[in-house]
Structure formats: C-alpha cells, structure tokens
C-alpha cells in the first residue's frame, strides 16, 4: 500500500554525520507512525527511533542525545539526523510506516557504514 525509499546512507568516519531520508508514497502519511530500524551484522533489527502523527517521538538508549528523528507531513518524508556516529551504529537502516489505515510498510533499506 505504501511504497518507502530510503536514502542518505554512506561511509562515514566516526564522529562524524549523516541525515537519512524516508519518503512515503500515495496519502496518509500524517497520520502515520514512522520509524527507523537497523539491523547490524550478526544482530537483530531493532528499533532506533520513531515519531508518531503528533510528532512525539522515541529514541533507543543507544542513540538518545545523538540521533534526532523528524517528519514533514508536506513532503511525506521523514528524516534521521545521526550525529557523533560510532563503529556500532553500522548497520542497514530500515524505515518503517504504520497506520491503522494503511497497515504497515517498510523500505529496503540503506546502509551506514561507521569507520575507525
């Protein structure tokens, strides 16, 4: 139902950033829980952070103070902002769409790579 593209994903040098990028396909999109997901090698996907239709918002305790997880209901798109990046946050992003009404959808991926 909903079709998700990521993008923004890279070889970055720890501490340094990067801003992904989701952007959802066809209506619904503000009311839409959105969510970013990684899957490191070797581990499970887990959540990494998510922002409901009134913008409130999760973080896992890996990433609190580093990542900031935002939405623009405009351009049906929502964005992770990873700052003082480490090793450990190498992983492929997911971003993932759930609503009541559209179900739930998920992107395939993108990758970050965390060097040194």
């Known amino acids: 139902q909903v079709q998700l593209v990521e993008s923004g994903g890279g070889l970055v040098q720890a501490g340094g950033s990067l801003r992904l990028s989701c952007a959802a396909s066809g209506s619904g999109f503000s009311i839409s829980t959105m969510g970013w997901y990684r899957q490191a090698p070797g581990k499970q996907r887990e959540l990494v952070a998510s922002?409901?239709?009134?913008?409130?918002?999760v973080y896992a305790d890996s990433v609190k103070g580093r990542f900031t997880i935002s939405r623009d209901n405009a351009k049906n798109t929502v964005y992770l902002q990873m700052n003082g990046l480490k090793v450990e946050d190498t992983g492929v992003y997911y971003c993932?769409?759930?609503?009541?009404?559209?179900?739930?959808?998920w992107g395939q991926g993108t990758q970050v790579t965390v060097s040194s």
């Open positions: 922002i409901n239709p009134g913008a409130r918002t």
């Open positions: 993932k769409c759930a609503s009541l009404l559209m179900g739930t959808s």
